[in-house]
């Protein structure tokens, strides 16, 4: 079962290896950037229609995101993204 915890987890790991900053996603997705911060520090969940709009302003497969995986990458990208402490 996937928790917001780790979708937000997996965000946050999108957004870093994206390179590009929360305002950039913000106008891209069409929210403000505080919506963006609030993703990732959890004190918000996003609609499932801005979810699907971050996965395509990131490349994401929406799976990759409501799947829990045990790849080797995938632990290692969320590892990183649970230490990382500021985004852009």
């Known amino acids: 079962m996937i928790t917001n915890e ?26 403000i950037q505080s919506s963006i911060g609030q993703y990732l520090s959890g004190r918000a969940m996003s609609a499932i229609d801005t979810l699907a709009n971050l996965c395509e302003v990131l490349d994401l497969d929406a799976n990759d995101i409501f799947a829990y995986t045990n790849f080797p990458i995938i632990k290692k990208l969320i590892r990183q993204a649970t230490t990382f402490t500021t985004i852009k």
């Open 6 to 31: 780790q979708i937000r987890v997996k965000l946050v790991a999108a957004i870093r290896n994206s390179g590009l900053t929360q305002t950039e996603i913000a106008k891209r997705v069409g929210v």
